[in-house]
Nanobody
Framework: QVQLVESGGGLVQAGGSLRLSCAAS????????MGWFRQAPGKEREFVAT????????YYADSVTDRSTISRDNAKNTVYLQMNSLKPGDTAVYYC???????????????WGQGTQVTVSS
């Protein structure tokens, strides 16, 4: 079983940047693809980015592809989401998740963190 803990969220003004982190338990972290999702108030959870177990492949939602970078450090059992040029529309709870394979659907992921709040003011 995998436990995931997100951190790095907070309040930032439009145009600013944040780096979210997700720390994972276990000795088989590199076997898992990792993903980031977000959920804004009153809206469904949406896909943000995913990365393969080795870190060799990444994929982004169109809404963030030019502003965000997903990365991982398997030696530290940690995955990151760097977000730049933040907009008020980026305001959401951000979740990391672990999957046996890369995917863009929440149902593709087996383990989820508790989420970290990102609030972008105008």
């Amino acid at each position: 079983q995998v436990q995931l803990v997100e951190s790095g969220g907070g309040l930032v003004q439009a145009g600013g940047s944040l780096r979210l982190s997700c720390a994972a338990s276990g000795r088989t972290f590199s076997n898992y693809a990792m993903g980031w999702f977000r959920q804004a108030p009153g809206k469904e959870r949406e896909f943000v980015a995913t990365i393969s177990g080795s870190g060799s492949r990444t994929y982004y939602a169109d809404s963030v592809t030019d502003r965000s970078t997903i990365s991982r450090d398997n030696a530290k059992n940690t995955v990151y989401l760097q977000m730049n040029s933040l907009k008020p529309g980026d305001t959401a709870v951000y979740y990391c998740a672990a999957s046996f394979y890369m995917g863009t659907r929440g149902a593709d992921y087996k383990y989820w963190g508790q989420g970290t709040q990102v609030t972008v003011s105008s």
